[in-house]
């Protein structure tokens, strides 16, 4: 373990050895000309990604779906962010919304779409408000539970020197939740893909989940699994983006 955790190059490449493996037996599978009836041979997809790369329509779909995704997540994670803030450093309103919230918290974000579609129609506004319900929760739990989890010693050492309010939540409450802040982003950044999958199953005109329908239909296999690869890699890149952003922020913590 020590060796590894001396070696960057060892720790970057670990992590990827089962994908290739994957691919390694995917591309095992699909070497009788009768599999990839149902399951197209790993140069299939790479063939048909650069094709949409050449034409352009590859991009295009990329850039609606994270468009769509990061709208949501902005909205939804702003008002989880503030929400969660307000309720955990108030008692009254505390009482006052976070069992409502936490209610909410168990509906599943696919069991809305009917009224968002009745709400919004199919449209643009729909599929970033159901992002932004999904990404609300994750954000706003660990944002609420950061804040209730500050050491109490250290809110009463900042008594003791005479802290104002502002100065309370900045020097101590904040830092002391932000840890916990940051794992709910992370969480909402997985989530986010998830939702949006769903989202852009109905009725759509455009983004990856409209690439995934039409192909089903002419039974276009290849593209329908480059659809399911070009989520899961949106998905781990938010991922990594978000394990930067925390250990920037978190520069004192080992992570």
């Known amino acids: 373990?020590?060796?590894?955790?001396?070696?960057?190059?060892?720790?970057?490449?670990?992590?990827?050895?089962?994908?290739?493996?994957?691919?390694?037996?995917?591309?095992?599978?699909?070497?009788?000309?009768?599999?990839?009836?149902?399951?197209?041979?790993?140069?299939?997809?790479?063939?048909?990604?650069?094709?949409?790369?050449?034409?352009?329509?590859?991009?295009?779909?990329?850039?609606?779906?994270?468009?769509?995704?990061?709208?949501?997540?902005?909205?939804?994670?702003?008002?989880?962010?503030?929400?969660?803030?307000?309720?955990?450093?108030?008692?009254?309103?505390?009482?006052?919304?976070?069992?409502?919230?936490?209610?909410?918290?168990?509906?599943?974000?696919?069991?809305?779409i009917p009224l968002m579609i009745i709400w919004f129609g199919i449209g643009e506004e729909m599929k970033v408000i159901l992002v932004a319900f999904g990404v609300f929760f994750p954000i706003y739990a660990n944002t609420y539970h950061g804040i209730k989890s500050v050491d109490q010693d250290l809110l009463e050492m900042g008594s003791v020197y005479g802290f104002s309010r502002f100065s309370m939540f900045k020097n101590i409450i904040f830092p002391s939740a932000l840890s916990s802040i940051l794992v709910g982003v992370r969480l909402s950044l997985g989530i986010m893909w998830l939702v949006l999958i769903a989202a852009e199953t109905v009725a759509t005109d455009a983004g990856i989940g409209y690439m995934a329908m039409t192909a089903r239909g002419l039974m276009q296999m290849d593209k329908v699994v480059l659809s399911i690869i070009l989520y899961a890699l949106l998905g781990k890149l938010s991922d990594v983006l978000a394990s930067i952003v925390e250990k920037r922020c978190l520069r004192w913590k080992k992570i």
Do not use: C
């Open 1 to 112: 373990m020590k060796y590894i955790k001396k070696h960057q190059a060892l720790r970057m490449i670990i992590p990827w050895l089962v994908p290739l493996l994957l691919i390694f037996f995917w591309y095992e599978a699909t070497l009788h000309p009768s599999d990839t009836l149902l399951l197209p041979s790993p140069s299939e997809v790479v063939d048909r990604a650069i094709a949409m790369l050449k034409t352009g329509e590859l991009q295009n779909y990329i850039f609606v779906s994270t468009k769509r995704a990061f709208m949501g997540f902005f909205i939804g994670g702003l008002i989880g962010f503030v929400l969660g803030l307000i309720n955990g450093l108030s008692v009254t309103i505390n009482l006052f919304f976070n069992t409502t919230v936490q209610m909410l918290r168990n509906i599943p974000a696919l069991a809305i």
